[in-house]
């Protein structure tokens, strides 16, 4: 019989900051700004999202980031099954970001875009909490 540890949000909050770092950072993001350890989630919102879902389910949510008029990119977090949104990367936007244009998606089916990041990211997650549950489908 397995015995598991429980932990809380707070745990997995820890264990993600302390697992991100520029070899996980999203390559359109470091193309921007240079990740370093002053913005630890610059770049890490989508395999956050992600690992997030994979722990306690829900929605994805998508918006489109902007700074001034031109568009940056995209912005992921989690919508949890009691509607409660949850962003852990918010913080990485200091230059006067804005994200617009929310709407829930479906998970990405199967190896992702940056499926080797976020494998690299749930493996140190894992060293901190012990078994994460299996990626969801």
Known sequence: MTTTTPWSLLD?????????????????????????ADNPSWGHCDITALI???VFGGELVVGEVFLDTEQRGFHWWNRLPSGVELDL???QFRRGETVRDARAVARPPGPLRRWDEYLTLRDRVTAHLGDLPAPAA
């Open 12 to 36: 997995l909050d820890r264990a993600l900051r302390a697992s991100w770092a520029a070899d996980t950072c999203s390559p359109d993001d470091v193309t921007r700004v240079p990740w370093s």
């Open 52 to 54: 997030v879902n994979d």
């Open 89 to 91: 990367t918010r913080e």
